[in-house]
């Protein structure tokens, strides 16, 4: 079946440094993609969209970057801090209205002071 | 801001038990989706719900799985009968267009 998968399972940052998580896309109708962070015991959380019109698209201190041409994504942490340890999972989905995501595997950030 | 919420935090419950998972997803919300995570693994779309009736569901949500609205505010998922492997957990999400996940029920079977 269609899947989402993560290429890096643990990335390891020193504070300050920027961090790159990618994440690889089977589905490619697929046209709407979100990262999200998951905290220990807590729901996702959403960080970052990005629409398949795009191939880019920036927030405060994350960029999500988008190739349709590979299917990937990646997600760009500048300035890594201490709160940015969690793991990070990509979704896509059909961005028509009340689609389910399809999740990929996680990746886990430690940030080292 | 505006957030989904979930009851219990923590469910444990003994085999064969019936369990009531309780959301309460984010007012002008549309549609609203329970998801389930095993310890270490990736998040699983189990069924997804509009307009009061399921619009999607994996194989995951068998007949063992429902789901209900039944007060216009609350999202419930009941498991029937629990099995050893429906420990997980279990997240509740609405949207418009991103979803938005509450904070989950570690569900705990013995």
């Known amino acids: 079946g269609e899947s989402v998968g993560l290429h890096l399972p643990t990335l390891s940052v020193q504070e300050g440094d920027n961090s790159i998580i990618n994440c690889a896309y089977s589905?490619?109708?697929?046209?709407?993609f979100i990262w999200y962070k998951q905290e220990s015991g807590k729901g996702p959380q959403f960080i970052i969209d990005?629409?398949?019109?795009?191939d880019k698209r920036q927030g405060q201190r994350v960029t999500v970057l988008l190739n349709k041409t590979v299917k990937h994504l990646s997600l760009q942490i500048a300035a890594t801090q201490p709160g940015d340890s969690a793991v990070y999972f990509c979704?896509?989905?059909?961005?028509?209205?009340?689609?389910?995501?399809?999740f990929g595997g996680g990746t886990r950030v430690l940030v080292k002071p | 801001e505006p957030e989904v919420t979930q009851t219990p935090s923590h469910q444990v419950t003994q085999m064969g038990q019936e369990v009531i998972l309780r959301c309460v997803p984010i007012?002008?919300?549309?549609?609203f989706y329970w998801y389930r995570q095993i310890l270490g693994q990736k998040v699983e779309f189990l069924v997804s719900?509009?307009?009061?009736?399921?619009?999607?569901k994996s194989e995951i949500f068998d007949d063992q799985f429902s789901v209900e609205r039944p007060d216009g505010s609350n999202f419930t998922l009941k498991i029937r009968s629990t099995k050893l492997e429906d420990s997980a957990m279990y997240f509740c999400?609405?949207?418009?267009?991103?979803?938005?996940f509450g904070p989950g029920t570690r569900l705990l079977v013995l």
């Open positions: 999400a609405s949207t418009t267009e991103t979803q938005y």
């Open positions: 589905n490619s109708a697929s046209d709407y």
């Open positions: 990005i629409r398949s019109n795009m």
């Open positions: 979704a896509e989905t059909l961005r028509a209205a009340g689609n389910k995501l399809t």
């Open positions: 007012s002008n919300h549309l549609y």
């Open positions: 719900f509009y307009n009061n009736e399921i619009s999607e």
